[in-house]
């Protein structure tokens, strides 16, 4: 059966003046899973989310989104590409002068010619959809706990029924109750909606939970990639450092004991 690749990086170079971040990187992204970009710290995983929502442009390689070469794309077809995509940046990125309706009403008012009262229900919805209480709207980001804005800044991301959504470390600064609630919302979502995702993370339980396949970056590369099984038997160096720590290796073995 052939999968349907909504996200395509040929390769791909990367660089800063004269540091090169990537050097031939290369990944596929399918329709409807949830693919994962990894690494350590400085691999440029967010680097490589940036180039495929259009935030920067690498020196070289093709990157084709929803079948749009971003490389060559008219300014009015990146415009029309860009509602179809939702981001959730790491720290929520909301605007902290407006209340969480405002924040998440924003692209509803820039884009669309709605009026106040329909605009409201759909706010209210997408509340709800993350798991917050449509009065959470009046709040402002200060206001609310850290997992709250994690969720608030998702219902931003999810206001123009994106086919895309695009995670950057969705839960870097939760606790572990928190971190496992906004694991488990993502995938509901992603079966509600029929969404495609791309996150970037380092969290294990994320990574052992969530993603269906993924891309480890090291060394400017893409040291291995494929679903979590296949990963695990690459003998790359850094794929051993990387899931060679204690909670990696309790996973490991809780997933091998379990036989999944």
Not at 46 to 59: F, K
Request: include cysteine.
């Amino acid at each position: 059966m052939n999968r349907k690749v909504v996200i395509e990086m040929e390769h791909i170079r990367t660089q800063f003046g004269p540091k090169v971040v990537h050097e031939d990187v290369s990944l596929k992204v399918y329709e409807g899973e949830i693919y994962g970009l990894l690494g350590g710290s400085g691999s440029g995983k967010t680097t490589l989310m940036r180039e495929m929502i259009m935030l920067l442009r690498p020196a070289a390689g093709r990157v084709v989104v929803l079948g749009h070469d971003l490389m060559r794309i008219k300014p009015s077809q990146a415009q029309a590409l860009r509602s179809q995509w939702g981001v959730l940046f790491q720290f929520g990125a909301l605007f902290t002068s407006l209340t969480v309706a405002e924040n998440i009403a924003v692209w509803l008012r820039e884009y669309t010619k709605l009026s106040d009262a329909t605009i409201m229900r759909i706010v209210r919805s997408k509340l709800k959809m993350v798991g917050l209480d449509p009065d959470v709207g009046k709040l402002y980001p200060s206001e609310l706990s850290g997992g709250m804005v994690k969720r608030a800044a998702l219902a931003r991301a999810l206001v123009m029924d994106p086919k895309l959504l695009f995670l950057d470390e969705p839960t870097s600064g939760l606790d572990p109750v928190s971190a496992e609630a906004f694991d488990n919302l993502i995938t509901q979502l992603r079966s509600l909606l029929g969404l495609t995702i791309v996150m970037v993370t380092h969290d294990i339980d994320t990574i052992f939970n969530v993603i269906d396949r993924m891309s480890v970056l090291g060394e400017g590369r893409v040291a291995a990639q494929g679903t979590l099984e296949e990963v695990l038997k690459s003998d790359h160096p850094f794929i051993r450092q990387f899931f060679g720590g204690n909670r990696a290796k309790a996973r490991i073995l809780e997933k091998e004991c379990h036989g999944k």
